[in-house]
């Protein structure tokens, strides 16, 4: 199976990276805290799997569909 993208829900500024590649993580897990329209977003595993990459940085402006993380 190939690796998932987890995009960006809504515009926002990624506050803070919860996980790094490499590490398994558990569907439901916080995955990183995007702030958008002044309120804390937090986005969420949807699946068990491997993070295979992380594509932004803490402090990084993000648009709708923007690529996040991939999960296998």
Do not use: C, H, R
């Not at 490499?22 to 986005?43: D, F, P, R, T, Y």
């Amino acid at each position: 199976a190939g690796a998932k993208a987890i995009t960006a829900p809504m515009p926002g500024t990624v506050l803070d990276i919860k996980t790094a590649p490499g590490k398994s993580v558990k569907k439901g897990e916080v995955l990183l805290i995007l702030e958008a329209m002044k309120m804390e977003n937090e986005i969420n595993a949807p699946a068990d799997g491997i993070i295979t990459q992380v594509f932004i940085t803490k402090g990084a402006s993000v648009a709708t569909g923007d690529t996040l993380i991939s999960i296998q």
